[in-house]
């Protein structure tokens, strides 16, 4: 069974950091690409970033490019965000989404492609 469980969120200040794991289980991440999307009250649900399971190349929304950064740590079948200088504008429900067949040179950033979902982590940016 895939399940995908988010952790690492937190309430954070303006220009924090914090990094969100996201621990597969039920199938091996090295033949999957993962998601990060988020998703804030009123909004819809936003492509953040994604890294491909087959040469682990990364994708970034503008609105996130130079602050985050996406990895993989394929031996312990986790993938992580690490997000710096956050601002209150960063505040959602964080969510990872993997699919074997999604490419980050795509569209990434339609949730409606990706297969399976976690059930998110919130993440808080105010003083």
């Known amino acids: 069974q895939v399940r995908l469980e988010e952790s690492g969120g937190g309430l954070v200040q303006p220009g924090g950091s914090l990094r969100l794991s996201c621990a597969a289980s039920?199938?091996?991440?090295?033949?999957?690409?993962i998601g990060w999307f988020r998703q804030a009250p009123g909004n819809e649900r936003e492509g953040v970033s994604c890294i491909s399971r087959s040469d682990g190349s990364t994708s970034y929304a503008n609105s996130v490019k130079g602050r985050f950064t996406i990895s993989r740590d394929n031996a312990k079948n986790t993938v992580y965000l690490q997000m710096n200088s956050l601002k209150p504008e960063d505040t959602a429900v964080y969510y990872c989404?993997?699919?074997?067949?999604?490419?980050?040179?795509?569209?990434?950033?339609?949730?409606?492609?990706?297969?399976?979902w976690g059930q998110g982590t919130q993440v808080t940016v105010s003083s």
């Open positions: 039920g199938f091996t991440l090295d033949y999957y690409t």
């Open positions: 989404a993997t699919d074997r067949n999604v490419d980050c040179r795509g569209r990434y950033y339609d949730p409606q492609i990706w297969d399976y």
